[in-house]
């Protein structure tokens, strides 16, 4: 039996902008601001790489690092992305 995902408007990272995110990359984890969205990137103020999450049940990343400006991350890198902290 197929289930497909029907597209729904102003669903996904589009629906998150302003919501501040989290994606697991093909390597790294990013979090920050969502603040920008095209078919090759997103955008994220006050962005953070996530080197280590720890229990993922606690408020704080165990090491996250802050990054000096805004980053830019390929959708095409992005597995997966959630509201999470």
Do not use: H
């Not at 601001?33 to 720890?54: D, H, P």
């Amino acid at each position: 039996m197929k289930k497909l995902v029907e597209e729904v408007e102003n669903e996904g990272l589009i629906g998150l902008m302003g919501e501040r995110i989290t994606c697991f990359c093909l390597n790294y984890i990013y979090t920050g601001k969502l603040v920008g969205v095209n078919e090759q990137f997103i955008k994220l103020e006050n962005a953070s790489i996530v080197y280590e999450t720890g229990p993922f049940n606690e408020k704080n990343w165990k090491d996250a690092q802050e990054l000096p400006n805004p980053v830019y991350v390929m959708t095409a890198t992005i597995e997966s992305f959630s509201v999470l902290k």
